[in-house]
């Protein structure tokens, strides 16, 4: 576990917010304003092959527990797989290019505190269970060029996480029209054919032993 922990966690009010509403916007979160008319992506639409998706978050409902309560089971079924960002040499990806696994996808900036806060656990997360089958992604929407971004992975030893970016912050944007992005951090969990399992508003403790149960859990099932 690393030393540092994510500044404000859930707390049980919001805990209780995100039992009942699906979500958790409150503090935790830092809003970002609508920027652009996205990324070019295709409109993401509930389909039957994403029904077993939406069981799977029901059944992990109680893995999501402790520092990640805040994960709220897929509320209808929903593809994301069209959801758009860029690689580390800034080649055209999508959720699609990484099917067959299961995804943690991680929305983050460095002018937000608490991303700033999870990241080096993210990175853990990815260091303890990242393989063939699971990965974390975190992508980041910095604006302009990527001095910042790489320049806060360096100096906070964030070398396990592969380099995701959309400086457009066109993937925000399209979180955000299907109501699952409030503000930063944002994180999905994303099964194997690009559908949406559970997802949260805010940070967490990716690196504590209830993270590491739900993941577990997620790629088990």
């Not at 409150?26 to 809003?31: E, F, I, L, T």
Request: proline share 5%.
């Amino acid at each position: 576990m690393t030393a540092k922990k994510p500044l404000g966690l859930p707390s049980l009010k919001l805990v209780l917010i995100a039992a009942v509403a699906g979500v958790v916007a409150g503090a935790a979160a830092v809003y970002v304003k609508e920027t652009g008319s996205g990324n070019g992506m295709a409109e993401t639409a509930a389909t039957g092959d994403c029904q077993p998706a939406q069981a799977q978050g029901a059944a992990l409902t109680p893995f999501a527990k402790g520092q990640v309560a805040a994960m709220a089971a897929a509320r209808a079924p929903l593809s994301l797989e069209t959801v758009a960002f860029k690689g580390a040499e800034g080649q055209p990806l999508t959720v699609q290019n990484f099917a067959g696994k299961t995804v943690l996808l991680n929305l983050w900036a460095t002018w937000c505190i608490p991303c700033r806060e999870e990241m080096p656990a993210l990175n853990a997360l990815q260091k303890s269970l990242g393989n063939d089958k699971f990965e974390v992604v975190a992508v980041n929407i910095d604006t302009g060029d990527d001095e910042k971004p790489k320049a806060f992975r360096s100096e906070n030893g964030i070398d396990t996480l592969g380099y995701y970016r959309d400086s457009s912050m066109g993937v925000f944007n399209a979180l955000k029209k299907q109501g699952l992005a409030f503000g930063l951090p944002v994180t999905l969990l994303i099964d194997g054919k690009g559908c949406l399992i559970s997802a949260m508003n805010g940070p967490a403790a990716w690196d504590s032993d209830d993270a590491k149960g739900l993941i577990k859990a997620a790629t088990a099932l």
